[in-house]
């Protein structure tokens, strides 16, 4: 029986990949974990394709919702440092 947690879980996942390549990173405040932070950008190949990630965590007490730009922004820059050093480029287009 899906409740209203569960469905505005399901809207949330839905959004989750836009907003991802819209900012060039993830962001995971709590909703796998209460108590945890997670901020993550991807590693792209040659071809384009997300091979690897570059993340962050951390309790979620020591990171407020305010840090979390500065951290996405850090985190996909040294994933882009990764992607440049590995040859690579991305992301890939879908068509």
């Known amino acids: 029986m899906a409740g209203p947690l ?3 879980l399901d809207v ?10 819209e900012r060039g990173y993830a962001v995971n405040y709590g909703e796998t974990s209460l108590e945890e932070v997670g901020v993550a950008a991807p590693v792209f190949d040659h071809r384009g394709e997300a091979v690897a990630s570059v993340l962050v965590s951390a309790s979620r007490f020591r990171v ?5 730009p500065v951290l996405g922004e ?16 991305g992301p890939a287009s879908n068509g």
């Open 6 to 8: 569960l469905a505005d």
């Open 64 to 68: 407020s919702p305010e840090g979390l």
């Open 74 to 89: 850090t985190v996909r820059e040294s994933a882009a440092q990764v992607t440049a050093r590995l040859g690579g480029h």
């Open 12 to 21: 949330r996942r839905a959004a989750y990949p836009v907003l991802q390549a």
